[in-house]
C-alpha cells in the first residue's frame, strides 16, 4: 500500500493564503522519517515536505498521514480536503491535534492524539484493513529506550543546504513549568531522558 506523509508549509500571510516555499532548508526535519521509520516495511512510503516541494494530488495514495503544528493547521486542512475529496483516506496527527482534536476530526479520516510511537502501528494497520476509528489515543508517556533510526534514507537531501543540520532527539517533555507553555501538557509533566545505550 502507498503511504504519503506529509509536512505542511504555512501560509505566508492572512492575505495570501499560499503555503510558504523555500530552495532549501538549513535543518533535515526529523517528524517525517522518524514516522517512516515506525511504519512496517510492507507499506510504501513517500515522504513529502510542502516547504521544499509541490503536493501532486494525482498521485496515487492509499493513504495520506499529516502531522501538524498550530502554525500550519488551515494550510493541512486545505490538504486533507482536497485529498478527502478524492476519496483518498487523510490520517492526522501533531502538536496541534492533541490540543484541538476535534477540530482535526471534522476535516479528516482519523486523529492521532499523543505520541506516535503507540498509535501510529494502530492507525496503519486499522487503515489497511479498512476499519479506521476516528480517534487514537496514546494513554501513556513512552519510555524513550529503543527508539528507531529516522528513515533518513527517503529523504531527498538535495533540498537541504550544503551544511545540513540533523536534529537528534535526545529526551522529551521540559523540566520547567512555565505557564505561557504547552510543552507540559503535550509531552507529560515528566522530563524523560533516552538512555544513551539501547
Known sequence: ?????????????????????????????????????????????????????????????????????????????????????RGTPVIMGGPH????????AEHCDAVGIGEGEEIWPKMLDDASNGRLRKFYHAEKSLDLSGLPFPRYDLVDLEKYSHFKTFAVQTSRGCPFRCDFCSERFYLGKKYRYRPYRT
Open 1 to 85: 500500500m502507498k503511504l504519503l506523509i506529509i509536512q505542511p508549509s504555512h501560509y505566508q500571510s492572512r492575505s495570501d493564503l499560499k503555503p510558504l516555499k523555500t530552495r532549501k532548508r538549513d535543518v533535515v526535519g526529523l517528524s517525517l522519517p522518524y514516522l517512516a521509520a515506525l511504519t512496517p516495511g510492507d507499506w510504501d512510503i513517500e515522504l513529502i515536505d510542502q516547504q521544499l516541494q509541490d503536493i501532486d494530488f494525482e498521485a496515487r495514495a492509499d493513504l495520506v498521514a499529516i502531522t501538524t503544528w498550530t502554525i500550519n493547521s488551515l494550510s493541512a486542512y486545505e490538504i486533507v480536503d482536497r485529498f478527502k475529496a
Open 97 to 104: 491535534t492533541f490540543f484541538f482534536g476535534e477540530e482535526a
